[in-house]
């Protein structure tokens, strides 16, 4: 079992509906990044948590440290959210630890 | 301000060669930290530097090593390459007050082995 996992893999979407992607972890950690990998490699770093709730535009990130889950919302959305989601943890002696990752496509 | 600088963008190698991989991280940065992207492994962590330091190192063989200049520019080497190697390498710069620091990437090394 992998200590970061991540659903949905994919996920298909109509422009305008509300999304969530889940991020659940095994190991301790000190904080949580949500990452967004557009084609061609970029990585953009959306959020990192280590508690809370965190909020920017049409994003919400949320954490849950006694359940060891985070979630990623998007309302609204838009055909340029479209990517590859990437949770990351990271755990102890400055070692981050990455999902897999949950393809977004969002249609128009 | 610039963001992270790597280079070469793409580059092309045969099976025993080394290489050397460069990452100019946004200026007053002084963590560097290099991950390997594949699309069977996924992102997988390599090393952090800070400050000329490694502070620590992921589950990579010794082929795969780094370092760090005192004004923060970062370098990676693989040698002895392997098929296996092909990936996107992707460096990182913080500033590095805690982990809660948000990372920056570049835009990645395709590095292809033949």
């Known amino acids: 079992k992998n200590e970061v996992e991540q659903s949905p893999q994919n996920l298909t979407a109509q422009e305008g509906e509300f999304i969530t992607i889940n991020c659940s972890y095994s190991?301790?950690?000190?904080?949580l990044h949500w990452l967004q990998q557009h084609p061609g490699g970029g990585i953009v770093s959306l959020f990192m948590?280590?508690?809370g709730k965190k909020k920017h535009g049409r994003l919400i990130a949320t954490i849950n440290i006694q359940e060891k889950h985070s979630s990623l919302h998007i309302t609204a959305s838009h055909p340029r959210d479209s990517a590859v989601y990437i949770c990351?943890?990271?755990?102890?002696?400055?070692?981050?630890?990455f999902g897999t990752g949950t393809r977004l496509k969002v249609l128009a | 301000k610039a963001g992270v600088t790597q280079t070469p963008r793409y580059l092309i190698k045969t099976r025993g060669q080394q290489v050397t991989l460069s990452c100019s991280p946004i200026?007053?940065?002084?963590?560097v930290s290099w991950y390997q992207q594949t699309p069977g492994q996924g992102l997988q962590f390599l090393f952090e530097?800070?400050?000329?330091?490694?502070?620590n190192k992921g589950n990579f063989p010794g082929r795969f090593s780094g370092r760090q200049f005192s004004n923060s520019r970062s370098e990676m080497n693989v040698s002895t390459l392997e098929l296996g190697d092909s990936a996107l390498y992707l460096c990182?710069?913080?500033?590095?007050?805690?982990?809660?620091?948000?990372?920056?990437f570049g835009s990645g090394t395709q590095l292809s082995v033949l």
């Open positions: 530097y800070f400050s000329e330091t490694q502070r």
């Open positions: 990351a943890v990271f755990s102890g002696t400055y070692k981050y630890i």
């Open positions: 200026s007053g940065h002084r963590s």
């Open positions: 948590l280590s508690s």
């Open positions: 190991v301790g950690i000190s904080a």
């Open positions: 990182a710069s913080s500033s590095w007050t805690g982990p809660n620091e948000k990372l920056f």
